[in-house]
């Protein structure tokens, strides 16, 4: 027999909350409105979103009058952290790895070092595609978003409405469970449920199909747990409220449109490109290269986007509020919202551990506080790839950083890269040559802090 969970009782705010949520979607199935922090989360994380700026695509528009955004600090050159990324290539300590930097809605570097394979070497440059793993999931929340301005679905839509076999260990789940409870890991599983199996070659609907079966945390909304076979339940939502296969939906209403040219979904959709980076492991003293496991690529939403820097770029640009002709202000404020506490992220990397004094999740992107600064992130992992895509809305700045190993040596180059921006104390989170540091310190204070526009042509559960 299945067991039926406890619901703590709602206190009279929190029916409240949950009221004029409601009520809000109720009045117009495509408003935007800020989902709320769950009761018990907003305890244990508080991270209060910041106004979205929108600009248009081609020149940066001025700011609201009550919106105040703070300059780059002078410690800030694109010029350095370009010599470290080429630093952490050299004698091929990561065999390959690229960068984007964009700020005030200029792409002031996006690059490619090292290169794409150590069996056969060819340089990485701004359109080699890298697997993105986990950063897949912020493009599962905005198409879901695009979805719902459009009015073919809401966020509190339930999720047995589009799968009415959807069935889990308690009975009542299902019923209860919403689109932005998928996105927001709040599904009530426990964390990666059956990515231990999706490793061993399960395929994606049979493990929906055992969703029956899996053991739960809580009742969906009221808890937080990391998901990527859960999380991927959100593909089939899109196609039964679009008519758009979710592959199809993302390049129709994302890439194209965002001028991504490089971009696709799926192991197909890698080893089709022109240019790619092959995955790399340990192997001895250096690095072996493979082919990319299918595995994730089963769970396009929460894994499947392929991805060139120079498409990246792009895609910090629309998240960032450039391209309001394609993701609208609202939408992007709603997205970058935290509804869930995620405590356990200010724990791990010593960045995470001395920076981050907060920490949620939103709908396909997790907000900091850094230092007392809003951060939007997400982090991804899989065998041979990793990459780390942040925004610090107030500098109007965005980093994306990608390489194809799994080293986790590159991952100190964005908190090197944020408190540069930000202006805080030099802090060694990157091994790379000192030297480096003391050149650009020593150099014309009164040369341009940004420099110009630049261009160049063992398996991980993504994170």
Request: with cysteine; net charge neutral; hydrophobic share 45%.
């Amino acid at each position: 027999m299945k067991a039926k969970l406890h619901r703590p009782r709602r206190t009279r705010l929190g029916r409240a909350l949950l009221v004029g949520l409601l009520s809000a979607f109720a009045l117009s199935s495509t408003a935007q409105t800020p989902l709320a922090w769950n009761k018990d989360a907003a305890a244990a994380a508080d991270v209060t979103p910041a106004p979205v700026t929108v600009h248009p695509s081609d020149r940066p528009a001025p700011l609201p009058a009550d919106i105040q955004r703070m300059p780059l600090a002078d410690s800030f050159d694109v010029r350095m952290f370009e010599a470290m990324a080429q630093d952490l290539v050299a004698n091929q300590r990561v065999p390959g790895l690229a960068m984007a930097i964009v700020h005030d809605g200029r792409i002031l570097s996006a690059r490619g070092y090292g290169i794409t394979d150590v069996s056969h070497a060819e340089a990485v440059d701004a359109h080699t595609v890298f697997r993105l793993a986990s950063l897949s999931k912020s493009f599962a929340g905005t198409l879901t978003g695009m979805l719902v301005s459009e009015g073919a679905l809401r966020w509190d839509s339930r999720v047995a409405d589009f799968m009415p076999s959807l069935s889990f260990a308690d009975p009542a789940a299902a019923q209860h469970l919403t689109v932005a409870d998928v996105l927001s890991h709040r599904v009530g599983l426990r964390h990666h449920t059956y990515d231990r199996d999706i490793e061993a070659n399960a395929e994606y609907h049979n493990l929906v199909q055992r969703f029956a079966a899996a053991p739960m945390a809580c009742a969906p909304g009221q808890c937080y747990g990391y998901q990527n076979v859960a999380f991927s339940l959100v593909g089939d939502v899109v196609f039964a409220a679009s008519g758009q296969f979710y592959s199809e939906a993302v390049t129709r209403r994302i890439f194209k449109p965002l001028g991504m040219n490089d971009a696709s979904l799926g192991l197909e959709g890698i080893t089709a490109s022109s240019r790619w980076a092959k995955p790399h492991v340990r192997a001895g003293g250096g690095w072996k290269s493979l082919m990319p496991k299918p595995t994730y690529y089963r769970l396009a939403p929460a894994a499947g986007v392929n991805a060139s820097i120079s498409d990246m770029a792009q895609w910090l640009l629309a998240q960032s509020g450039r391209r309001p002709d394609v993701l609208p202000a609202p939408l992007l404020a709603t997205l970058q919202a935290p509804i869930v506490g995620t405590p356990g992220e200010m724990r791990g990397a010593s960045w995470r551990r001395e920076r981050l004094n907060a920490a949620g999740y939103g709908l396909g992107w997790r907000i900091y506080d850094y230092s007392g600064h809003r951060l939007v992130f997400h982090g991804g992992a899989v065998q041979g790839y990793r990459g780390l895509m942040a925004m610090l809305p107030e500098r109007d700045l965005g980093v994306v950083i990608l390489w194809n190993s799994d080293s986790s040596l590159p991952s100190g180059l964005l908190p090197t890269i944020l408190d540069r921006a930000i202006g805080l104390p030099s802090h060694p989170w990157l091994d790379v040559n000192p030297d480096i540091e003391n050149l650009y310190a020593s150099d014309d204070a009164s040369a341009p802090a940004t420099g110009g526009p630049q261009s160049a042509d063992a398996a991980a559960r993504p994170q």
